[in-house]
């Protein structure tokens, strides 16, 4: 070896070091007045020139195919807002930019500029709050910094003046907001970040945008659940995160710290879009995560861009290997009119690839997990095509470090947007199908519209409004809480305790529920409820449109293709059972098949068991003799024994006394 080959090595070495460990030895790129450097640094690009034809290639071929859509499509006639139509416009421009620098093609410049001077000129750029706003001062400040020496004077000059003006609108909207687990804020710090980070040294206020940035970023990470959850839900946590993770990165990149060596959420968080996520087998139909919160179904175009970043920080295969998946399902959608929805920025994927980390299968994954911090639990059979599945949400909406954090008040609750009043409430997918639903995003945030239980014709706080009124959800002692989640070779457990979250006029006393997961397809409910005086309950559980029917003897039966639940409301036996169309205003099932058992009295304790059945499977046996829950279902034999009345609030409802296989 060369004395100049070992030098040349060593010095590879240190950099991969850097990337990976977090040591953050990089020179100060914004003193240093190098371009580009938003994101992208010079070297970077001389090294992906050359892996474009090799290790990259096929992020690079994904990059390109998306980025020549962008080369034809028509300029928007209405340039009088940022509306969600327009939105991901502020995407295209680094895309055009990018492949302009890695190709030297001058339709792409061209092409980059006309976006530029567009998209500059648009009257205002509100829409949706500052989505539009952050989308374009986004994507124009990346324009700006990578085709720097590209642009006439002339139009950088135009550029920057508007940059400037959108800075000092966002500015003080990041001073002044609250909402730290909102994506909305995600996307404003990152609009503001990337105009201070681009017009450093040549607009004065860009030093002011790049601190009132960094300290938000730097307060919303101190604020993230410590699980890595998120309580929008996993479409909204792909969203936010595209672009928060383009700020971090572009703060890493700069020297100013690195975030993803440091910050425990970021390092948990692509789990929770993991353990969330439905069986791969399924994602070409658009089922890609468990709806929870305002989460539609198809996780989101973006959710593939943060898992690959995310992967490339923890040396993480699994999300490698998610994003490799997700990657060909995110193309973007162009309409006649030239309004583009859902372009996930390809060219995040291509940046952001680190062939060193090997795509890594998801079948050693532990099967249940319980994000603590948002009690939020996700259990499965496995993670292969026929898997079933349980999601349950039994917490509060900012999680339970951020509830008994002093500044909560003075922070109006840190501001989760998108949340449902959901507790106690369950989902079920098995053998490709949604069995049991939560509605989606749905027009008003309803109790009612999600498989809990309603007391006195009452739900939970915060509830009958677009939005959930996530202030009044918090403020009611005791908070909501997961009290016992344990997972054993044959079974998956988790018991939910509502808290006060329900409203006085329900007078509940508590509601606390246990699922039991025996696996690999039959799950129990056990409630233990109690109100002040007589009362009248029901518990509900809603499936998809028409595909419920009662049975008679309290049976009732989930039919989709291939796949069926059959249900036993075993007690008590005074319920009475209903079956009927729930309109939940909602993008993804509306209406519903619900199912309502009405009970009255002070106390109830309703079980219910629910059978996944494969095409043609006969029913399982299930009896209640003595206190004890006798199931049988093909090979599978449990005895579980029934605790009415537990000493303590975590103590079981649903004890497994004998699973047994019996052999053939
Ligand atoms: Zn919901």
Redesign the pocket.
Known sequence: MTRRTAVTLVLCLVGVATVAGGEDARPDLLASGARPRVLLTAARLAELRTFRETSHRDVFDVAKVETDAYLTLPLPVDRSRAVNAYRAHGKMLPALALMYRLTDDHAYLEAARRWLRCLVRFDTWDGSQNLGRSSFATGVSLAYDWLHDALPAEERAEARARLVREGRILAPVVTAQHRLLSNHLHNEICGLAMIGYALWGEAEEAKQFVAVAEEKARLTLEHAPTDGAWPEGVSYWGYGLSYFLRMLEAKRVLGRGDDFASNGWLRATGDYFVHLSLPEAHWTRGTVVA????APLDGGPHSGVVLRRLASAYGNGVYQHMADALMPLERPRVDPAGRHDGAHGAWMHLLWYDPAVGPTPLDGLPTMRHFADMDLVSMRSGWGKDAAMLVF?AGPGPGHRNMADPQRGAMRGFGPGHA???IN?FSIFARGEWLVV???Y?RV?DTR??STVIVNGQGQAGEGGPWLDYWAFQQRPAVPAIRLAKSAPSYDTVLGDAGGVYVDEARLQHFRRQVLFLKPDVFVIADDIEAHGPSQFEWLLHAPEGSLSLEGDGAFEIVRPGVRLHGVFLRPPSARARVLSRVTGSSGFDPTSCLVHEMRGETVNPLAVLSVLREGEAAPSVRLVEGRLRIRKGKAEWTVKIVDRPAAPADPLLVVETPTLRLR
């Open positions: 709806n929870i919160a305002d949400h449902h009043p959901d409430s939560d509605p989606g749905s945030k519209d999600h």
